[in-house]
């Protein structure tokens, strides 16, 4: 039998000990005010400023990194249900631009939620990846942090109640008396969709063997990743851009996932509208785009009272699409305040495709088979970044659509259709790769 002394000599003992530290001080008084009149007292980290936005939390056990970069987070003070924050650290957000990434590791360039509330920010982080903490991670984009609070009783008030706009006080901030109602700024009344869209096209793998326009209403950089990865020659167009003035150029259209109110996005939905009607090629809509798809196709979004926003979301499907078979259960990745109204009966052509198991809200539609259409919009995120994978295939699908119609194509004239990307009248296309352009 081996004795517990030699059992400790012969193990090495790692992780938290060789840890590295935070190097942020955490003994800042910071406090999160709700326009509802509760406060919450605790300990400030990352950067040492005070600012206003809209309080949401999220459920997500993972990948925190990931959801600070989503640019649908703009604007918002991002609640974690998770008691531990920060123990893996933060990655260096730098990657090629081939056929295989697109310039990023996380979702964007930079941090997009305008502060962090947490229950306990870790004081060491350990991960091979890692180059820096969560603290200084922050401190370096100008996103403050709360740590010693009771997240929980936050998330219950959120529930309860609903989103809720909100203060992040810090350092002598927080010593002063909690704002007044009507000093508490509302994000969503901006257009957040135009502050986090690119402001020019730009090109992602041109040699791709299909040719896809996407509307960028604020991407993750993941949904970009896996049109690319799968071939894809992808043109990025700032959001209020009208694709039909050069859409003949391209196998397929897809609309990204954004922040804010949809209805700022009318202007995309008009356009969109012109077409559904000239236009028979694939389209595809995710968040954002999956609202302006719906509200092209004539429904109404709306604001839900807390939304949906984590790694854990079970949606239903009601109708079979490519890999998505009717009556089987998905458990997506979420994150967004409105959703579109379910409606009897439907507008024609169009039909429900996945419903939400907790809530019954719209988590997809699609065009009807009848149409003459292939079009599909889903409120979840099947590229994940973090979560589940179990709709990642509908890029496939999406993919393949498009791709199926470019050889139809081919067959009609008897030639190559494949060409370089033009310029967008008014704009000068980037021709050359580049990193994806997220709004800081």
């Given at each position: 039998?081996?004795?517990?002394?030699?059992?400790?000599l012969?193990?090495?003992?790692?992780?938290?000990?060789?840890a590295?530290?935070?190097?942020?001080?955490?003994?800042?008084?910071?406090?999160?005010?709700?326009?509802?009149?509760?406060?919450?007292y605790?300990?400030?980290?990352?950067?040492?400023?005070?600012?206003w936005?809209?309080?949401?939390?999220?459920?997500?056990i993972?990948?925190?990194?990931?959801?600070?970069?989503?640019?649908?987070?703009?604007?918002?003070?991002?609640?974690?249900?998770t008691?531990?924050?920060?123990?893996?650290?933060v990655?260096?957000?730098?990657?090629?631009?081939?056929?295989?990434?697109?310039?990023?590791?996380?979702?964007?360039?930079?941090?997009?939620?305008?502060?962090?509330?947490?229950?306990?920010?870790?004081?060491?982080?350990?991960?091979?990846?890692?180059?820096?903490?969560?603290?200084?991670?922050?401190?370096?984009?100008?996103?403050?942090?709360?740590?010693?609070?009771?997240?929980?009783?936050?998330?219950?008030?959120?529930?309860?109640?609903?989103?809720?706009?909100?203060?992040?006080?810090?350092?002598?901030?927080?010593?002063?008396?909690?704002?007044?109602?009507?000093?508490?700024?509302?994000?969503?009344t901006?257009?957040?969709?135009?502050?986090?869209?690119?402001?020019?096209?730009?090109?992602?793998?041109?040699?791709?063997?299909?040719?896809?326009?996407?509307?960028?209403?604020?991407?993750?950089?993941?949904?970009?990743?896996?049109?690319?990865?799968r071939?894809?020659?992808?043109?990025?167009?700032p959001?209020?851009?009208?694709?039909?003035?050069?859409?003949?150029?391209?196998?397929?259209?897809?609309?990204?996932?954004?922040?804010?109110?949809?209805?700022?996005?009318?202007?995309?939905?008009?356009?969109?509208?012109r077409?559904?009607?000239?236009?028979?090629?694939?389209?595809?809509?995710?968040?954002m785009?999956?609202?302006?798809?719906?509200?092209?196709?004539?429904?109404?979004a709306?604001?839900m009272?807390?939304?949906?926003?984590?790694?854990?979301?079970?949606?239903?499907?009601?109708?079979?699409?490519?890999?998505?078979?009717?009556?089987?259960?998905?458990?997506?990745?979420?994150?967004?305040?409105?959703?579109?109204?379910?409606?009897?009966?439907?507008?024609?052509?169009?039909?429900?495709?996945?419903i939400?198991?907790?809530?019954?809200?719209?988590?997809?539609?699609?065009?009807?088979?009848?149409?003459g259409?292939?079009?599909?919009?889903?409120?979840?995120?099947?590229?994940?970044a973090?979560?589940?994978?179990?709709?990642?295939?509908?890029?496939?699908?999406?993919?393949?659509e498009?791709?199926?119609m470019?050889?139809?194509?081919?067959?009609?004239?008897?030639?190559?259709?494949?060409?370089?990307?033009?310029?967008?009248?008014?704009?000068?296309?980037?021709?050359s790769?580049?990193?994806?352009?997220?709004a800081?």
């Amino acid at each position: 039998m081996i004795s517990p002394r030699i059992l400790r000599l012969a193990i090495p003992r790692h992780a938290r000990g060789l840890a590295s530290q935070v190097g942020n001080n955490t003994h800042i008084p910071g406090v999160l005010h709700l326009k509802t009149g509760q406060s919450f007292y605790g300990r400030s980290f990352g950067a040492p400023k005070s600012i206003w936005g809209e309080t949401v939390f999220s459920t997500s056990i993972t990948s925190y990194t990931e959801s600070m970069t989503d640019p649908s987070y703009r604007g918002q003070i991002l609640v974690f249900t998770t008691p531990l924050i920060g123990n893996y650290g933060v990655p260096r957000n730098e990657a090629p631009v081939d056929n295989k990434d697109v310039g990023v590791v996380l979702e964007s360039q930079n941090i997009q939620c305008s502060a962090v509330v947490v229950a306990d920010v870790a004081e060491k982080f350990s991960h091979y990846l890692a180059v820096e903490s969560l603290a200084s991670w922050c401190q370096k984009n100008g996103v403050p942090g709360i740590t010693g609070v009771d997240t929980r009783a936050i998330t219950r008030l959120l529930r309860d109640q609903g989103t809720t706009l909100g203060r992040v006080a810090v350092g002598s901030d927080a010593s002063l008396p909690p704002p007044k109602p009507e000093e508490y700024w509302d994000p969503t009344t901006e257009n957040l969709v135009d502050q986090a869209s690119t402001k020019a096209p730009y090109t992602l793998n041109p040699n791709g063997d299909v040719k896809i326009a996407v509307l960028d209403f604020g991407a993750k950089a993941n949904i970009l990743r896996s049109l690319v990865r799968r071939n894809a020659s992808v043109t990025v167009l700032p959001w209020n851009f009208d694709f039909n003035t050069v859409r003949d150029q391209y196998d397929g259209l897809f609309l990204t996932n954004g922040p804010g109110d949809p209805k700022h996005c009318m202007e995309a939905a008009m356009n969109l509208r012109r077409t559904f009607q000239e236009w028979n090629k694939p389209i595809f809509g995710i968040c954002m785009g999956h609202q302006v798809i719906g509200m092209a196709a004539g429904l109404e979004a709306y604001r839900m009272m807390f939304g949906n926003r984590g790694h854990n979301q079970p949606v239903l499907a009601l109708a079979s699409s490519g890999s998505i078979r009717a009556g089987r259960v998905y458990v997506t990745s979420q994150n967004h305040q409105y959703a579109l109204k379910l409606q009897d009966p439907f507008p024609e052509g169009w039909e429900p495709f996945f419903i939400n198991c907790n809530d019954s809200s719209v988590e997809g539609i699609k065009s009807t088979a009848d149409s003459g259409k292939k079009i599909w919009g889903v409120q979840f995120h099947p590229e994940s970044a973090g979560g589940p994978l179990d709709t990642i295939e509908m890029f496939t699908d999406f993919v393949n659509e498009c791709r199926a119609m470019r050889l139809h194509r081919r067959a009609e004239t008897g030639g190559d259709v494949m060409g370089a990307p033009k310029a967008a009248p008014g704009m000068a296309t980037v021709e050359s790769p580049q990193p994806i352009s997220v709004a800081a």
